[in-house]
């Protein structure tokens, strides 16, 4: 299944009769996004609406409000007459995020266990399905696509709305520090890191700590793989700091 999350972070697949047009502002939006994360684009790339314009084939107002929707999510900053640059995190910053997102998606399942439906838990079963056919397929955007959504919609679980918008921008600038960092073969065929069926497990289970334990271990261990660099390597250090800063 050809899949992508737009920028309202609906999960998308092939256009049914009736659907609306997608904007080419979405279209920009996705592809700006793509490039971004996966590092094509650096905070070291020059970011002009007038050139965004003459590549895309279309207004500079329809490269503004993709922009814009970058800008809401963390991906660019975007500085008046000085131009539009992409977001460089800083490892504090970095380190900080990372320490938000747990904190955030751990308070959210804990009021998940008590909602979780079974029709909840298949939904969340198929996401992780297609997650693993990106990951086989070596697919970096595909794989943050999917990942990205499948977190939201487990958290959604916990009816937190308002903390929605949050953990969408720290997981997307997380993405950026991760994403563009390239992975050894190995780690695609048997990654080192909590897979989401250990979180779904304890989550079926109604176990608390378990389902708690498992996403933590989860978001660390994928940090460790993919952003040694930020977090270093050693995954019980890593998880002594978290728990007690």
Not at 27 to 35: A, G, T
Not at 166 to 184: A, D, G, H, K, N
């Amino acid at each position: 299944m050809n899949i992508h999350l737009s920028a309202n972070q609906d999960l998308q697949t092939s256009p049914k009769a009736g659907d609306k047009r997608p904007r080419k502002s979405d279209s920009v939006y996705q592809d700006l996004k793509r490039k971004i994360l996966t590092g094509e684009m650096t905070s070291h790339s020059p970011i002009t609406e007038q050139s965004l314009a003459h590549d895309y084939g279309c207004s500079q107002g329809t490269i503004r409000e993709a922009l814009m929707q970058l800008q809401q999510h963390g991906l660019v900053i975007r500085r008046g007459y000085q131009g539009t640059y992409v977001t460089d995190p800083s490892i504090l910053e970095a380190r900080l995020l990372l320490k938000l997102r747990i904190d955030v998606e751990a308070t959210g399942i804990t009021e998940a266990v008590k909602r979780v439906t079974s029709c909840q838990l298949a939904e969340l079963r198929e996401l992780d399905r297609m997650f693993e056919e990106c990951r086989m397929q070596r697919d970096v955007f595909g794989c943050a696509e999917v990942d990205r959504f499948l977190h939201l919609k487990l958290f959604q679980i916990a009816e937190m709305p308002i903390l929605e918008p949050t953990l969408v921008r720290t997981s997307m600038i997380l993405q950026r520090v991760m994403l563009p960092t390239p992975r050894p073969a190995a780690s695609w065929a048997e990654p080192p890191v909590t897979r989401h069926r250990a979180i779904f497990d304890a989550l079926e289970a109604k176990d608390v700590q378990q389902t708690i334990d498992a996403l933590k271990s989860h978001i660390l261990s994928s940090a460790i793989l993919l952003a040694p660099h930020f977090y270093g390597r050693d995954l019980e250090l890593l998880r002594d700091e978290y728990e007690n800063a």
